[in-house]
């Protein structure tokens, strides 16, 4: 099938042999529909289609009528966009505890889902998945270069046009119509304006650490009408947080405000009303939200649990991205280089002595093959950011 293509399709694949239900979380344009079209289903319902999503909205009780005409003993129903028509959710609860139907639901909003689907779907029913931008293991017939990555990101359909011209158009029209238009009808959102002006500010904000209270003031809003709006990109999947790691044994200061990465760099770049021509030191700061975005992309590809954090006191020493699977730390420092050298590492060395439970260090740069650069410490290419993960299985 199609979407074994996908890393994720291995846990896709696992959980339907399984007999589990599904949901599938990812933004729109990531590829979700490629893959359930795929499947042999029984039933698909495709709720984005406005004279479909009609149907089920004046008569929600039409699904369970039609999934218990169905003649084949465990039916494979496939709905899209399940958070458009929130009451289907009571019926397939009602049909996944009652091993009448195996359902696979798809949505690019976890905010409806989780607000109001969250006390009778979610716990215990189905296994839920997430659908990335790609990861540059799935771009086989590809090649890009990091330039590109950085400046248009890894959309399926955005990075395997050719032509840099059909590529922007795409993004722009990508944006306008999917950020500005579906996540502020999804929020309801009261001010129109401040939000525009938040998203914009905070795709150019992405990957720093936030500062609530210098963007209330550039918004002119209050500092949790702002949390509220960085919450709405989180739940509508456009932004990732990511936690610091605030404990330690030595060092008292550490910074404890969350970073918040924009989940695709083209569309931050859009959305940041920038153009093509990005000044070279600006390069190292994406390269860094890139490695960042690649490395959660890649955890949500297999089923241990692990998560993603920062480090950094206010002295200055800093990490960017920190693995944590089973109580073990992995410090990743990025580097937009060549020519890494020990002095590249130093932060990264300072961690490992700070943190007992942490033992191998990585600095991604832009060597073409890796390089021992202390006992602890490897130089890894960017292309081989994987292995980060693949050292802590």
């Known amino acids: 099938m199609d979407f074994i293509s996908r890393q994720i399709g291995k846990r896709f694949k696992t959980a339907l042999n399984r007999r589990k239900s599904i949901l599938l979380l990812g933004p729109r344009q990531t590829g979700k529909t490629t893959l359930v079209k795929s499947l042999n289903a029984d039933l698909y319902i495709n709720l984005a289609r406005p004279a479909t999503r009609q149907i089920y909205e004046k008569d929600p009780g039409r699904l369970t009528r039609e999934v ?3 003649t084949s003993k465990l039916p494979l129903v496939i709905i899209d966009e399940v958070q458009k028509v929130m009451p289907l959710l009571d019926a397939v609860q009602d049909l996944i505890d009652s091993q009448v139907a195996q359902f696979i639901l798809t949505g690019s909003s976890a905010r409806k889902l989780r607000r109001e689907g969250d006390a009778n779907l979610l716990p215990g029913r189905v296994v839920i998945l997430r659908m990335d931008p790609l990861l540059i293991s799935e771009m ?10 950085l400046l248009y990101g890894s959309l399926p359909q955005i990075i395997s046009e050719e032509s840099a011209e059909n590529r922007e158009e795409d993004l722009f029209s990508y944006v306008t119509t999917y950020l500005e238009e579906e996540i502020r009808s999804e929020a309801l959102v009261r001010n129109i304006g401040a939000f525009s002006n938040f998203l914009k500010l905070a795709a150019l904000e992405s990957g720093s650490i936030s500062n609530f209270h210098k963007l209330s003031q550039d918004v002119g809003v209050s500092n949790p009408t702002i949390r509220e709006y960085y919450q709405i990109l989180v739940d509508c999947l456009v932004a990732e947080r990511v936690e610091a790691l605030s404990q330690s044994r030595t060092r008292k200061k550490l910074i404890k405000s969350p970073k918040f990465l924009i989940y695709d760099l083209g569309v931050r770049r859009i959305a940041a009303g920038e153009g093509r021509d990005i000044p070279d030191k600006y390069m190292g700061d994406l390269f860094e939200q890139w490695v960042g ?6 955890m949500r590809t297999v089923p241990q649990k692990s998560s993603l954090l920062f480090w950094r006191d206010q002295a200055g020493a800093e990490v960017d991205w920190i693995v944590e699977k089973e109580n073990q730390y992995t410090p990743v420092e990025v580097k937009w280089t060549e020519n890494p050298s020990s002095r590249d590492a130093r932060h990264v060395h300072a961690f490992i002595k700070e943190y007992s439970n942490s033992s191998q260090g990585y600095v991604i740069c832009r060597i073409p093959r890796a390089q021992k650069l202390t006992d602890t410490i490897t130089a890894l290419p960017w292309r081989e950011l994987h292995t980060v993960l693949e050292d802590r299985q």
């Open 68 to 70: 218990e005409a169905m």
């Open 140 to 149: 086989t017939t590809l090649s890009p270069s990091i330039e590109e990555l």
């Open 293 to 298: 975005l690649e490395l959660l992309r890649l």
